[in-house]
Structure formats: structure tokens, C-alpha cells
């Protein structure tokens, strides 16, 4: 004969029963946790302002909220993010027009899905005093360009504006150079110019925007193999809509968890050069401008596309039979 059940074993057994069947008539019942998809995204560079939707999005759960688990990759000079993402060792990337068009003319089958920034930040910087106001006020004069960039908006240069080689000088990445030079003239971004060299000049310098001036390159955009994307196409939408979501509250001011999370990684700048940032990105329109005004942040048009490509193959980086189509789509975010 079995062993009596003790009464209050008894008890708690009928108690459990209850509690359960409670649980699910009241539609309660536990269910197992979700399990996250694992993304990997490769930024451009070290972690900064410049990512910010980015790290927002993750800051505040967006990304997990949409079944992912992000991984924003950091970037520095000796990380060649197109290769990892061509290898699948990254699923994105963050790169620019400039890298899926490369990517395609190398026969590698990349397309770019969305672009944070409708204005690239490259700019020409000048010390004030020296007569320089516009882009046209440069032509003729020497001006420091890294080895890089010679291949990219240089080429815009020399197409759009009539600028030569003879021109070239060399940049080495220091502000040395410019600084003991009043008639120097050099390469920066419009999202760090003032903010650093107008803090070691009696002046702050004149920042010349070249994407005012017709330099269409769409930047920080998102990028991945057509592979990757063939084969993940709810992924990608997921993390752009929730990328989407992290810049739109960059713009909106509220970006205190994306400027902790950049920070406790990078804390070089602070606080005060994380603002400057944004608000330069703010007030210059680089992710709200451009096709963004109409179609939302993160949007392409086919019109930019050829316009850009079209500059580039006058310039001679692209044959013209180079299918442009090819180096993006409109699928994810953006209208034709």
C-alpha cells in the first residue's frame, strides 16, 4: 500500500493546479522567452556620434524588441568592412554609395539598403581671413587630401568643379600641418571641424559642405551581400525599422542613451563633442535633408543613384556599362 501523502503536500498540489488552470483561463500561462536572432552590423568607424540611431536603437531595446540581437561591430583604419561582409563574416555593414558600386565593379554581389545620412560630412576646411567663402574659392589651390579620398570626393572635384591634380598635397590625419599654415587648406567633416580646430585657432575656420555643392554620396548607409539579404529579408527590415527608430530620436533630442552607451567605448570628446555632433547633423540636415524630407529617414531614390553614378563614370571611376541598379535597392526603405 503507498505511503499516505502528507495533507499539506496535498495542499499545495491541488493549490498549484489551480493557480495553473487560473493562468490559463485568464490567458497568463508562461510562455517560453523568444528566442533573439543574432545580427552582426560593422560600423565605419570607432564608435561616435556619427552612429548614434544606432546605438540608440540597441540602448533602448528597439532591436530586441523586433527578435534581434545586434552586434554593433566598431571599425578602424585597419578593418576592411566590405571584406567582411562580402566573406559573411559580418552580416552588414556601414559604408557609403562608394562601397557597394565598388563592391559590383569587383563582380562581388552587394547591394546598399538604406542611407542614414542624406549628406555626406566631408568637407574642405580653410583658416578665416584667407578669402575663401565658397567651393569655387578653392579651385586652383593646394589642398591636403589623404590617399583614401583621392579616390573618392577628389574625383567629384575634378569632375563637378574643374579641381586638379595639381592641387594635391599630401594629408597625414594631423591638424599640424593645417594649424602652422594660415593659407592651408585640408580635408575635414562638418560634424568635427569647429568644434576642434576652433578650439586651437583665433577664428573658427570656414567648413566648406560639399554636399552642398552637388556631392551627392549618400553616407552611413547599411549594406549587405544580395545573398544575405535573399535570404533574410524580415531581418533587414527589422533592424532598419528599428534603426529608424533610434535615429528619429537622435533628431528629436532624446539621445542620452546612445551618447552613455558611445561613451562608456570611446570616451574621447565627452559629452560636449557629442553634442556639437549631433547638432551639426541637426542643423546641416545630413539625416533628415535630402530624400529624407519626403520619403523618412534611411530613404534612396533611383534619381540620386544615377546622378552620383553618372558624376562618377565622368570622372572615370566607373565604366558607364557598370549596371548601377545593381549596387542597390529600394525594397526596404525608399521609393522609386
Not at 561616435?48 to 536603437?57: D, L, P, R, V, Y
Not at 579651385?139 to 570626393?153: D, T, V, W, Y
Not at 565622368?314 to 565604366?319: D, H, M, R, S, V
Request: aromatic share 10%; net charge positive; glycine share 10%.
Amino acid at each position: 500500500m503507498p505511503a499516505a501523502v502528507p495533507s499539506t503536500a496535498r495542499h499545495t498540489r491541488r493549490t498549484s493546479r489551480l493557480l495553473a488552470a487560473l493562468a490559463v483561463a485568464t490567458g497568463l500561462a508562461a510562455s517560453p522567452a523568444r528566442a533573439l536572432e543574432k545580427v552582426s552590423f560593422g560600423l565605419n568607424w570607432v564608435p561616435e556620434a556619427e552612429h548614434c540611431g544606432f546605438f540608440q536603437a540597441k540602448a533602448r531595446g528597439y532591436y530586441e524588441a523586433a527578435g534581434l540581437d545586434v552586434e554593433l561591430k566598431p571599425g578602424n583604419p585597419n578593418v576592411n568592412m566590405p571584406l567582411l561582409v562580402a566573406s559573411g563574416e559580418v552580416n552588414m555593414g556601414m559604408g557609403s554609395s562608394f562601397t557597394t558600386l565598388n563592391l559590383v565593379a569587383k563582380g562581388v554581389k552587394a547591394r546598399t539598403v538604406a542611407s542614414f545620412f542624406q549628406k555626406d560630412p566631408q568637407t574642405l576646411v580653410a583658416h578665416a581671413g584667407q578669402g575663401v567663402a565658397t567651393l569655387q574659392d578653392l579651385k586652383g589651390k593646394p589642398i591636403m587630401i589623404g590617399g583614401f579620398s583621392r579616390n573618392e570626393f577628389w574625383q567629384f572635384l575634378k569632375a563637378a568643379y574643374g579641381f586638379d591634380d595639381g592641387q594635391l598635397r599630401p594629408y597625414a590625419y594631423s591638424a599640424a600641418p593645417f594649424l602652422a599654415d594660415k593659407k592651408a587648406v585640408q580635408q575635414g567633416y562638418i560634424t568635427d571641424d569647429a568644434a576642434t580646430l576652433g578650439k586651437v585657432l583665433p577664428e573658427p575656420p570656414v567648413s566648406i559642405l560639399l554636399a552642398d555643392y552637388g556631392y551627392n554620396n549618400y553616407a552611413t548607409t547599411v549594406f549587405a551581400t544580395d545573398a544575405y539579404l535573399d535570404t533574410h529579408k524580415k531581418t533587414v527590415r527589422a533592424f532598419l525599422d528599428a534603426s529608424r527608430k533610434g535615429w528619429t530620436e537622435c533628431m528629436s533630442g532624446d539621445y542620452a542613451p546612445a551618447m552613455k552607451a558611445v561613451l562608456d567605448l570611446v570616451p574621447t570628446g565627452g559629452e560636449e563633442l557629442f553634442h556639437f555632433k549631433v547638432d551639426q547633423m541637426k542643423k546641416r540636415g545630413l539625416v533628415e535633408g535630402g530624400d529624407a524630407e519626403t520619403l523618412g529617414i534611411g530613404a534612396m531614390t533611383d534619381a540620386r543613384w544615377k546622378s552620383f553614378f553618372d558624376v562618377m563614370v565622368k570622372a572615370g571611376i566607373y565604366p558607364a556599362s557598370l549596371d548601377v541598379t545593381k549596387a542597390y535597392t529600394l525594397e526596404f526603405i525608399g521609393k522609386k
